[in-house]
């Protein structure tokens, strides 16, 4: 395919339509929070928009990332995305293996130089040398310094690129880290997500390519437009909260009437993902409207973050044990000071001298 | 529990869903945006996804704006139906994906909806397409002839 | 380190903490107190001193209509917050979760509306506090530091509590963070600052019932 072609032009060769463009938008545009008018505009830049070359690595992760994206759906319009780009570089897509793949990536980086968009996918372990994930002889560490100066922007796509992930879960036995750990002076998108959602990847990439420019980031380097809300502030099942009513166990009453899943561990309220919104499998539901709570997946270190079946509310750590502690250790100093008070008191009132008129006229005594 | 059979099987009566009152404000923003158009001529959208409606509220909605007289579908990479609703000037625009899930749904208080219109690159595509047709029609006509 | 390090610190370290300076800090003070007993009175006693005890808690408790007159406001407000302040901490249902996590009994919840109506009279009467503090010119002479620290210190756990039910100006974790630091804030400063009086206060109570009873004055 001849990459000096726009998109629309490319495309209508092969019967697809502007109106699939401006639908393609509006869906964007409505899972963005856009308003609705943005949609015709995002439609006109998209169709004018030239392929965009895409390098995606791999490092210490499990290719989850890359079925949601790829295995979302049949073909269907998010794909449209896959048309605007050119995908030149993907370990488990592409077609040769051993050198021809090494010399594709290197032939990517080199045709398209500060122009392409990295998409990272895993996190890069450093203990030791960084040896515990290598492909062909080289390090995470290695190629992704080497690729990284060379694109325009990175986006990190999953939980582990974007914050190290289950591979940084204590006690992290191969010291992993996130990109933007290493990568420090090119723009980073954060796509978290243990997987992230598709719509979302194909979101970021539809807004690089009709802006020109990365999406507003919050400070975890997280797209506002898909991750400024929290689960718990799109939730269906906010009223309940709200009203008080709460599922006391999987299978109560409260769980059947479909009410809050706050006691039950939901962390709806400081997860901020676009699940309530966008929703998984093509829209059929979130885990919340499976009746199970949100694990935070999209926050960092969502696995270390305290039981996923206990309240927000509850300590993460053991408090009452320490409570008893510092009770038991209270009550044995307390007794000491207690003790210590009184003999002090006994002594002051032993070595207590009278004030005797003397005293007040001001004599010595004798 | 630890078998599937010591779970129990508890049947539900289908409970209503409470409407959230998300119906009534919305059809108010519907009429300031139908008098704007009537006013500047600039339309609006409202997006359905972005509000947290229940069926209720769903139902509420389609029953006062009622079915009008346009009814359209446009086949692009999944179906797309667009419906103007009894209230004219008020079109009611549904995306699917090829597998039937709904992408995008919005009301467009506008004269006639952006996807309904032919893209003028569309349409020079369109003159062009219909030019080597005709071209190609008067060779074979002309072939005709000579025979 | 983002807001999510500094959660998880507050929902785990940081409580242990406050927990451990507040348990061994209040048992240090009462003991210290405990210990430091009177002499035995040895006369007769003219009514039990016990019971005499018990009943001013009560009455002592209970408001008394001689300073509503000369001092509504103040008996009001004080009123409204420490009943507000006990209400909101024991029967708002995510509090009740952690007390459950904790010591492993709960109890009914009141439904959040209410919490939050008794929250804000609670955040009002505070204000109101405050405002007599520093506007009658005896009280504003007698605070010093300490009272204006402690009044803000019981303010910060209800004000972010309050807001973290009215999120959409803020992010939840962002003030879920503000709301256990401020709580782990109240723990610490407790045995330390007059906050003592929340336990103190009973034995005041019942120690100055029983004084009287023995001598056959009800108080």
Redesign the interface.
């Known amino acids: 395919m001849s990459d000096d072609k726009t998109l ?1 032009e490319t495309l ?1 060769q092969r019967g ?5 463009f ?3 938008c ?2 964007i ?3 963005m ?1 856009m ?3 943005m ?2 505009e995002m439609a006109e830049k998209l ?1 004018a928009a030239r392929r965009q070359s895409v390098v995606y690595l791999s490092f210490q992760e499990c290719t989850g990332c890359l079925e949601s994206l790829t295995r979302s ?6 794909d ?1 995305i896959f048309d605007a780009i050119s995908l030149d570089y993907q370990e488990t897509l592409v077609a040769c293996a051993g050198h021809f793949a090494e010399h594709i990536l290197k032939e990517a980086i080199e045709k398209n130089d500060g122009k392409f968009i990295l998409m990272v996918d895993g996190s890069i372990p450093l203990k030791d040398g960084g040896i515990y994930s290598t492909i062909a002889g080289r390090t995470n560490l290695d190629i992704l310094e080497w690729v990284a100066p060379h694109a325009a922007a990175v986006i990190a796509v999953g939980s582990c690129a974007a914050f190290g992930g289950i591979p940084k879960a204590n006690p992290n036995p191969t010291g992993a880290v996130a990109v933007s750990d290493i990568i420090k002076d090119k723009p980073i998108i954060n796509v978290p997500g243990c997987p992230p959602i598709p719509v979302v990847i194909t979101g970021v990439i539809a807004h690089y390519l009709t802006m020109g420019t990365i999406p507003d980031l919050d ?2 380097g997280r797209p506002k437009v898909f991750f400024g809300d ?1 689960i ?3 939730c ?1 099942r ?2 309940f ?4 009513k ?1 599922a006391k166990s999987f ?1 109560d009453e409260g769980a ?2 479909g009410w809050c899943l ?2 039950l561990g939901c962390k709806g ?2 997860t ?1 993902n676009a699940c309530a ?1 966008t929703k998984w499998n ?2 059929v539901s979130f885990p919340i409207e499976s009746g199970h709570g949100c694990l935070g997946c999209s ?3 969502f696995w ?3 039981s996923f079946y ?11 044990n ?2 008893a ?3 038991a ?3 044995a ?3 000491a ?3 210590a ?2 003999s002090t ?1 006994t002594e002051t009132k032993r070595t207590r001298k009278p004030l005797t008129v003397d005293d007040l006229k001001g004599k010595p005594k004798s | 529990m630890n078998s599937l059979k010591g779970i129990p099987i508890i049947k539900l009566d289908a409970t209503p869903v409470m409407s959230h009152g998300n119906a009534l404000p919305l059809l108010h923003e519907i009429e300031v945006l139908l008098d704007q158009l009537i006013a500047t001529g600039k339309s609006g959208a409202i997006d359905l996804r972005s509000l947290p409606m229940l069926a209720d509220d769903y139902e509420k909605l389609k029953e006062i704006l009622g079915e009008g007289e346009v009814k359209a579908t446009v086949d692009a990479m999944g179906p797309s139906q667009v419906r103007e609703t009894a209230i004219h000037g008020v079109w009611w625009v549904t995306h699917f994906n090829s597998d039937a899930t709904v992408l995008a749904e919005f009301i467009e208080i506008t004269y006639i909806p952006e996807i309904l219109q032919t893209h003028p690159a569309d349409a020079r595509m369109g003159l062009e397409n219909l030019r080597s047709r005709l071209m190609s029609t008067s060779q074979v006509d002309k072939g005709e002839t000579d025979v | 380190m983002n807001i999510f390090d500094i959660l998880q610190w507050a929902r785990g370290t940081g409580l242990q903490i406050a927990v451990v300076i507040f348990s061994v800090g209040v048992l240090i003070r009462l003991l210290e107190m405990w210990m430091l007993n009177r002499k035995p009175d040895l006369a007769e006693p003219r009514a039990s001193g016990t019971l005499g005890g018990w009943r001013t808690v009560f009455t002592r408790s209970a408001p008394s209509m001689v300073l509503m007159k000369k001092a509504g406001l103040l008996l009001v407000s004080g009123y409204i917050f420490h009943l507000g302040f006990f209400i909101v901490l024991f029967f708002f249902a995510p509090h009740i979760r952690l007390f459950h996590n904790m010591f492993g009994v709960s109890w009914p919840a009141l439904p959040n509306g209410i919490i939050e109506i008794i929250t804000i009279l609670s955040i009002g009467a505070l204000f109101a506090l405050l405002a007599h503090r520093i506007m009658n010119p005896v009280q504003r002479f007698l605070s010093t530091f300490q009272d204006y620290f402690v009044w803000l210190a019981s303010l910060l756990p209800l004000l972010t509590g309050y807001l973290l039910l009215h999120t959409s100006d803020f992010s939840y974790s962002q003030m879920l963070t503000a709301h256990l630091l401020s709580v782990e804030l109240l723990l610490v400063i407790f045995p330390f600052t007059k906050l003592m009086h929340a336990f103190t206060t009973f034995f005041s109570r019942w120690y100055t019932g029983a004084m009287a009873a023995r001598k056959g004055v009800t108080v």
């Open positions: 629309a209508a697809i339509s502007r109106r699939s401006l639908k393609f509006a869906s545009a409505s899972l929070a308003p609705p008018a949609a015709v169709a759906h049949s073909p269907k319009l998010e449209l400070e975890l929290s718990h502030d799109r269906y906010r009223p909260y709200d009203q008080g709460f299978d059947r009437n706050f006691e309220p400081t901020h919104t093509g829209g926050e960092p270190d270390d973050a305290g206990t309240a927000l509310s509850a300590p993460t750590k053991d408090v009452a320490w409570a502690i510092g009770v250790a209270g009550a100093i307390g007794v000071a207690g003790i008070n009184r008191k």
